[in-house]
């Protein structure tokens, strides 16, 4: 594979999704990227490496593919493909030590929450929950021990809104590093290390993916400093890297980001004026009267995505709700072309503070007008 020399026009970011980055394959001309599976790599006659490659746990030719399409599009410096979206968290987070501090949301991922309370549990580092719906929380949260603050916006899956400019800026002023989920808002509609945040992380698995064929995760850094290499190399002695099939159909994936995004944003702001008003809350931040709207609109230029939640009046409306959908399946994920629902109550159990009746809705890329009558005639 070879790059192109740069053009002096630069694409935009969706022309760089589409085409991969514009990688022709030089012997055959292959428009659609050669899969590279080697687990080792052979050295040259001077025994060296070629071009770095020396073994699969390391990452090859299809990896770094795909981690330069995605350093691409969100910016960054460094870009590290992981086998899945918690093992670049739980990778990112070796290099807490005891005695940190991290600030997060109360209400987030909860893969994420529990980590973060076992870390507390088992290694001493301190965990700090604000409320992302209130917008003095995330200050009142950080301290002189404050090392990482980890957002996510919007907020999964009651969808507050996090105003990333802000939270960099009071991370700048603790001396810590701002960690941005953003696997509901991928650079299609969000750019967080463009508004100053050091870490973009995001579940692959979802809409970078977009197919539900695919586990992935992605860190990418701001900076090429001490700290993506050090997160680096504990990828390589965690053996956490991405295979290099599914690193495959991740820039399969991604050369339609942005038009499954535009159409999933497009169906969930349909269905949420359809059902605004009616037997349930609707949560979603593309509709004016959500209190995060104008962050949102202001932070999310690509679309507010397809990811809105129903806060039913019970546990059981709720279950009935999901017995009667025909077109959404009742599974857990999101971020996928076919729509899902989630009754996350069931899935978080009774500890979480996620409401009782709440259903989290992954709307897909099929038609509105399908998904809405399927929902109206599922409501109680
Ligand atoms: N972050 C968010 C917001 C998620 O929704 C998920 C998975 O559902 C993850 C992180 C974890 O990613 P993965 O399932 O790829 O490990």
Request: hydrophobic share 45%; net charge negative; proline share 6%.
């Amino acid at each position: 594979m070879s790059a192109k020399p740069p053009a002096s026009n630069r694409p935009n970011p969706a022309t760089r999704a589409v085409q991969a980055l514009g990688r022709i394959e030089p012997r055959t001309g292959a428009v659609a990227p050669p899969i590279d599976l080697s687990a080792t790599y052979a050295r040259d006659d001077a025994y060296l490496p070629r071009q770095d490659y020396i073994y699969g746990r390391d990452g090859g030719d299809t990896v770094r593919h795909a981690q330069d399409v995605i350093a691409s599009l969100d910016g960054a410096a460094v870009t590290q493909l992981y086998a899945s979206g918690m093992a670049a968290i739980v990778t990112l987070m070796e290099t807490l030590r005891p005695g940190d501090q991290v600030v997060a949301p109360k209400v987030m991922y909860h893969g994420t929450l529990s980590w973060l309370r076992h870390l507390e549990a088992t290694r001493g580092i301190a965990l700090s929950l604000f409320d992302p719906a209130e917008p003095d929380s995330l200050a009142q949260a950080v301290s002189d021990k404050t090392t990482l603050i980890w957002i996510e916006t919007p907020v999964n899956p009651t969808w507050e809104v996090i105003d990333i400019a802000a939270a960099a800026a009071l991370a700048r002023s603790a001396g810590a590093r701002l960690a941005v989920d953003c696997t509901t808002a991928p650079p299609c509609t969000q750019d967080a290390l463009g508004l100053g945040a050091d870490i973009a992380f995001h579940s692959a698995t979802k809409y970078m993916g977009g197919h539900s064929d695919l586990v992935a995760g992605v860190l990418s850094f701001a900076q090429d400093d001490d700290l993506a290499r050090t997160v680096g190399g504990l990828r390589t002695l965690m053996g956490n890297i991405l295979g290099g099939f599914e690193a495959w159909l991740l820039i399969r994936g991604l050369r339609t980001l942005y038009l499954r995004y535009e159409r999933a944003s497009t169906n969930a702001l349909a269905i949420a004026y359809a059902l605004e008003g009616g037997r349930c809350q609707v949560l979603y931040p593309g509709l004016p009267s959500h209190p995060g709207h104008s962050i949102a609109a202001a932070q999310m230029t690509g679309g507010f995505g397809g990811m809105l939640s129903l806060v039913l009046p019970s546990f059981d409306e709720a279950a009935a709700t999901v017995s009667r959908l025909a077109l959404f399946a009742p599974a857990t994920s999101l971020g996928g072309v076919e729509s899902l629902v989630e009754h996350r109550k069931v899935i978080e159990g009774s500890g979480s503070p996620v409401p009782d009746g709440l259903l989290r809705l992954s709307v897909g890329i099929e038609t509105a007008e399908d998904l809405i009558a399927d929902l109206t005639n599922a409501l109680p």
